[in-house]
């Protein structure tokens, strides 16, 4: 009974020993380990995961994530250098590269992220304050991107932390400006329209001039034609009357006269005869004999 | 005693076994995936099915791998029906390649591939998928002009962005895939909406005025084309009137002077009487002695008929 005891009792030990010896790295983690204060001679620098020993009271490991972590900033003014005051809201995804660095130099993850507010927002304000912000509108941003990723790199992988990219979230007008952006976008809409309309009238114009002249020429055209087409007749009938008037030019000018005077004279005419005029010449010849035409 | 000792000390192990067994066993869904980890370090990862691992010195991850959804510039607060919706004015807001603003929403749609990348090479994937996906959909806006953007590329930018999204997902290794990309609404701000109705609203007047201009001139034209038309037959009709009259007038003088020639003293005398005759009835007439015209005229009632009884 009391060896039962015994073996129980030295389990529990094991046990309690093991949780204060055993320590788990992750496939997340990273570790540091110390001896008395300073880095472990037998590793300090724990990257791999898996099973670690330590001598409870002798060493002692820090965990740290080593997986790719976010810095969210707060968003903030940024002046390029095209004088334009923008709003910039970014972020920075990093990694704890070296444990031992970032514990002997910052201690703790918490402190790594003042640290990062501190040492991410100079680069990002100096390297944008370069350009123009059309350069961050166009493919010059991977440039742009990869100058504040070195800049800030400069600063944290002697703190044994790795960015490995910066990127801007948001680029805006600051609130204040945002009336006079509105303005002018609503003015440049006003152009817009006014040229559409504009554009409307000019294509309107062309097309309305164009079949005013297109129907103007049918009818010259038609008029030109018509004109040659009388003519025509008029000189077709010419020919004719004077091929057969020319036959008799004398007869023909008699009966055309009679015919002229059937229609010229009517019942308003008055005429003055002569008794002496053939036609009443029987009137007073007492004679009434036959005299030869005049 | 003894038999029954060692019998009782095996079935003591046997219920131990099955135990452990019960323990190591273990399932994962269709909509699963897992990952085991041994003292801390990847082993292996399991998909759907039955499978077994050594607790505690294996540990086991699973996550759920359905299609998931992130929602910018507005979020869902109820999903209905009816839906309620709250606007998120700071992350919709955009500005395009001609430095204008546009107010985008759209939804990214991902899911989990590789849960080992998912679960060990970032932290916070969910919060960082926001990130990359508000960066790219800008990046790709900002490469656009603001008309671009509200209308003919729509379909273009959430492909782009989709892409874009996958790459930098993939830089990281975040362990995704990007579905889609759905752009919801794209639209001007408020405060502009206005100027641009009548953008599109001078479109249409600029549409209607060529329409009733081509309408004018389809109507015109083709009334000009008649009347031309209707000029010509008018013309054709007097030159055929003219040659007709001509033939006939002729033909008749030449009928005449057929009988003319035949005698031609008493046929003229004919046609002169005759004509007098025709004319002369209805007319008022004054036979005056030759030489007496000169007395006589001045006392004629010339150019009053009218007036005399």
Redesign the interface.
């Known amino acids: 009974m009391t060896r039962w005891l015994a073996l129980l009792l030295l389990l529990a030990t094991v046990a309690v020993a093991g949780a204060f010896c055993i320590v788990?790295?992750?496939?997340?983690?990273t570790g540091f380990r110390t001896l008395l204060g300073g880095p472990d001679p037998l590793g300090a620098v724990l990257l791999?995961?898996?099973?670690y020993l330590r001598v409870p009271g002798l060493q002692s490991i820090d965990i740290y994530?080593k997986?790719?972590?976010?810095f969210?900033a707060d968003s903030q003014e940024v002046q390029f250098s095209d004088g334009r005051l923008m709003e910039v809201d970014y972020?920075v995804?990093y990694r704890i590269e070296n444990p031992q660095l970032l514990r002997e130099q910052l201690r703790s993850q918490e402190r790594l992220q003042s640290f990062l507010d501190d040492n991410s927002f100079g680069p990002v304000r100096d390297a944008l304050g370069k350009y123009p912000?059309d350069a961050?509108?166009?493919?010059q941003?991977g440039a742009v991107i990869a100058e504040i990723t070195r800049e800030m790199n400069e600063k944290l992988q002697p703190r044994g932390v790795l960015v490995?990219?910066v990127?801007?979230?948001?680029?805006?007008?600051p609130e204040g400006n945002?009336p006079q952006?509105?303005q002018r976008?609503?003015k440049?809409?006003?152009r817009?329209?006014?040229?559409?309309?504009a554009?409307?009238?000019e294509?309107?114009?062309?097309?309305?001039s164009?079949?005013?002249l297109?129907?103007?020429l049918?009818?010259a055209?038609?008029?030109r034609?018509?004109?040659?087409?009388?003519g025509?007749?008029?000189a077709?009938?010419?020919s004719?009357?004077a091929?057969?008037?020319s036959?008799?030019p004398d007869?023909?000018a008699?009966?055309r006269s009679?015919e002229a005077?059937?229609r010229s004279?009517?019942?308003?005419?008055?005429?003055?005869?002569?008794?002496?005029m053939?036609?009443?010449r029987h009137l007073f010849d007492q004679a009434g004999k036959r005299r030869a035409?005049p | 005693m003894k038999l029954l000792a060692r019998f009782s000390g095996l079935a003591l192990l046997l219920a131990l076994l099955g135990l452990y067994g019960y323990l190591a066993y273990f399932q994962i869904e269709a909509d699963e995936q897992g990952v085991v980890?041994r003292?801390?370090?990847?082993a292996r990862s399991v998909g759907p099915g039955p499978h077994f691992y050594l607790p505690p010195f294996e540990l086991l991850e699973r996550r759920r791998v359905i299609v998931e959804r992130a929602e910018f510039g507005f979020r869902t607060i109820k999903t209905g029906p009816p839906q309620e919706y709250e606007e998120r004015p700071?992350e919709k807001?955009?500005?395009?390649?001609d430095?204008?603003?546009v107010d985008t929403e759209f939804v990214v749609q991902y899911r989990i591939t590789d849960l080992r990348d998912y679960?060990?090479?970032?932290?916070?994937v969910e919060?960082?998928t926001r990130?990359?996906a508000?960066?790219a959909i800008?990046?790709v806006v900002?490469?656009r002009s603001?008309d671009a953007v509200l209308r003919e590329e729509r379909r273009q930018i959430a492909l782009e962005t989709r892409d874009r999204i996958q790459e930098?997902v993939d830089?990281?290794?975040l362990g995704l895939s990007i579905q889609q990309v759905a752009l919801q609404e794209v639209q001007?701000?408020l405060?502009?909406q206005d100027?641009?109705r009548?953008?599109a609203?001078?479109?249409q007047?600029?549409?209607?005025?060529?329409l009733?201009?081509?309408g004018?001139?389809d109507q015109?034209?083709p009334?000009?084309?008649g009347?031309?038309?209707a000029?010509?037959n008018?013309?054709?009709a007097?030159?055929?009137?003219?040659?007709l009259?001509?033939?006939g007038?002729?033909a008749r003088?030449?009928d005449?002077?057929l009988e003319?020639?035949k005698a031609?003293?008493v046929t003229?005398?004919r046609?002169?009487?005759e004509?007098?005759e025709?004319?002369?009835p209805?007319?008022?007439?004054?036979?005056?002695?030759?030489g007496g015209?000169e007395r006589?005229?001045p006392y004629?009632p010339?150019g009053r008929?009218g007036e005399t009884p």
Do not use: C, H
């Not at chain 2, 209805?282 to 030759?290: A, F, S, T």
């Open positions: 788990v790295v992750d496939e997340r983690e791999e995961p898996g099973l994530d997986r790719l972590q976010r969210d972020y995804a912000l961050l509108l166009s493919e941003r490995s990219d990127r801007l979230r948001r680029t805006d007008y945002l952006t509105y976008m609503i440049e809409r006003e817009f329209a006014r040229k559409f309309r554009e409307g009238e294509q309107a114009l062309k097309l309305r164009k079949a005013d297109d129907s103007q049918l009818r055209e038609a008029g034609q018509s004109s040659e087409l009388r025509e007749g008029d077709k009938a010419t004719v009357y091929d057969a008037y036959r008799d007869f023909y008699f009966q009679l005077y059937r004279l009517d019942a308003e005419t008055t005429v003055i005869l002569s008794p002496q053939p036609f009443l035409t | 980890l003292l801390g370090r990847y700071l807001r955009m500005i395009t390649g430095q204008n603003i679960l060990f090479n970032a932290r916070d919060q960082f990130d990359v508000q960066a800008r990046e900002s490469q603001i930098l830089a990281y290794g001007p701000p405060e502009v100027a641009f009548d953008v609203g001078a479109e007047d600029k549409q209607r005025l060529i009733e201009a081509e004018y001139a015109i034209v009334q000009a084309r009347e031309a038309e000029l010509l008018e013309a054709r007097y030159r055929e009137t003219r040659i009259e001509a033939q007038e002729t003088f030449n005449l002077l003319y020639k031609p003293a003229r005398e046609l002169y009487i004509t007098l025709a004319i002369l209805g007319m008022e007439k004054i036979i005056v002695q030759d015209t006589v005229l004629l010339l008929r």
